[in-house]
Nanobody, 123 residues
């Protein structure tokens, strides 16, 4: 199994910054894509940003120019630097990763989610 643990959420005023981290652990052979998603109360979960193993990135239009996703492949960790935060960024942020895991006998694909971290931006 592959586990993801997020950290770095909190309460910040509009215009402020936060940095989220997500570390993957377990029977990892390789991680392909990692990403951040968010879910605000009463809304569906939406993509925030993704990054491939090679470093290609994709962002939601609502966060382009304000958020930056990065990853440390050696540490199986993905980061989300969030600047110029707005009240509408308030949500639970979830980390996601997909790739291959190795149980010691077999390889298999995985797609795992973290438990979520709350980000609250006050106006």
């Amino acid at each position: 199994q592959v586990q993801l643990v997020e950290s770095g959420g909190g309460l910040v005023q509009a215009g402020g910054s936060l940095r989220l981290s997500c570390a993957a652990s377990g029977s990892i052979f390789s991680i392909q894509a990692m990403g951040w998603y968010r879910q605000a109360p009463g809304k569906q979960r939406e993509l925030v940003a993704t990054i491939t193993k090679g470093g290609s990135t994709n962002y939601a239009d609502s966060v382009k120019g304000r958020f930056t996703i990065s990853r440390d492949n050696a540490a199986n960790t993905v980061y989300l630097q969030m600047n110029s935060l707005k009240p509408e960024d308030t949500a639970v942020y979830y980390c996601n990763a997909d790739g291959l895991e190795y149980s010691g006998r077999y390889y298999g694909s995985f797609n795992s989610w973290g438990q979520g971290t709350q980000v609250t931006v006050s106006s």
